[in-house]
């Protein structure tokens, strides 16, 4: 009923149309000299698009670009018991272009419906790294054999486009110190 909320290998979703021509994702990309660029790359045209991430090697057909990104990171020291904390940054497009507090309100609410014992545990503004402000949000629910799970997720919206990374680990997962450089890490977003 509920998703895998641990995960142990890096994974990269990303949904592709023959409309668009812009890369939401960050990976390593090898169709320019611009492959530093972050979050936003634009193809040239008639330039065969290909990436590479955690050593597999992908070439996008001419004409595609991304549509939606995802991509998902666990922590790599510790036990291999299922608990590691992991990173999930999702970037998508809003196409209804809502404002930052009715997106983070709907967010809120569909969590509220789908995880059980959903608790805010917190909820404030926020700047990213390069001036963009943002919501970011903590919270708690239970998952099953799992127990409790806490989440802090950071949101953005630039344009048309809408970037979540949500960093999850069990309830007593994250001492003060962790939790504050966690913090920091879903802040460090750049345009």
């Known amino acids: 009923m ?34 530093t660029r972050r979050h936003v790359y634009r193809q040239p045209k008639g330039v065969l698009m290909s990436f590479e991430l955690d050593g597999l090697h992908f070439d996008i057909p001419k004409g595609f670009g991304v ?43 569909q969590l509220q419906l789908q995880l059980p014992g959903f608790t805010l545990t917190a909820k404030e503004e926020v700047e990213f ?29 630039d344009g048309d486009i809408v970037t979540m990374v949500t960093l999850t680990a069990t309830a007593d997962g994250l001492d003060e110190t962790q939790q504050k450089d966690f913090k920091t890490s879903l802040l460090s977003l750049t345009k």
């Open 2 to 35: 509920y998703p895998n909320l641990f995960h142990h290998d890096v994974l990269l979703s990303v949904c592709f149309s023959g409309r668009a021509d812009t890369l939401l994702t960050k990976a390593r990309f090898f169709s320019t000299p611009l492959h």
């Open 67 to 109: 549509d939606e990104g995802m991509m998902s990171f666990s922590l790599r020291t510790g036990p291999d018991d299922g608990k590691r904390p992991n990173i999930v940054y999702h970037r998508k497009r809003n196409p209804e272009k809502q404002d930052l507090q009715t997106l983070v309100t709907m967010i809120e609410a």
């Open 129 to 157: 790294k390069d001036g963009c402000k943002g919501m970011l949000m903590h919270y708690r629910f239970v998952a099953g054999e799992q127990g409790e799970i806490q989440q802090m997720q950071s949101i953005r919206i």
